[in-house]
C-alpha cells in the first residue's frame, strides 16, 4: 500500500488507519529522496541517501507509537549578487517522510546513525532480544 497523507488536513485517511506495514508519504521539497525498507530476521532496516547533509540537520522520530517519521532540511546554497549562475539542479528545501511500523517493531530500541551522506534507521523486531554486554569480573591472581 502506498497513500498519501497531507500535513494540511491534519489527520489520516480513514483506508489507511488499519494496514498492517505501509509507507505513508507527505511533503518532500526534494525530489530524489529516497529510502529502502527491509526486514531482516533481527530488524526493520531503512536507509537513506542525504548527500551533503550532516546528522544534525536530519531529526528521526517514531511517533503515535508506530510511525517512524525521517525529516529535515538542505539549505539553499547562499547567492551574492556579483554571482553569474548558469545553471542550478541540486535540490533544496525539507523534507519529511513517515512509515507506519507493523506490530513486531519494538520501536523502545530504535537506532540511527549517518555515514558518508547515508541515514541508516534499525528498528528491532519483537521476539528478538537485544542483550547489552555482560561485563564478567576476572579475578587477578598473585
Known sequence: FLD??????GFFNSSIAYAPAIAIETYANLPNLRIDWKETPEAHVFKADLPGLVKEE??????EGNI???SGERSKEQEENK???Y????SSGKFLRRFRLPKNARTDQVKASMENGVLTVFVPIEGVIVKKPEVKTIEISG
Not at 498519501?4 to 488536513?9: A, I, K, S
Not at 536530519?58 to 511517533?63: F, G, L, N, P, R
Not at 545553471?87 to 541540486?90: H, L, S, T, W
Open 4 to 9: 498519501t497523507w497531507d500535513p494540511v488536513d
Open 58 to 63: 536530519v531529526k528521526v522520530e517514531v511517533e
Open 68 to 70: 517512524l517519521q525521517i
Open 83 to 85: 554571482d553569474k549562475w
Open 87 to 90: 545553471r542550478v539542479e541540486r
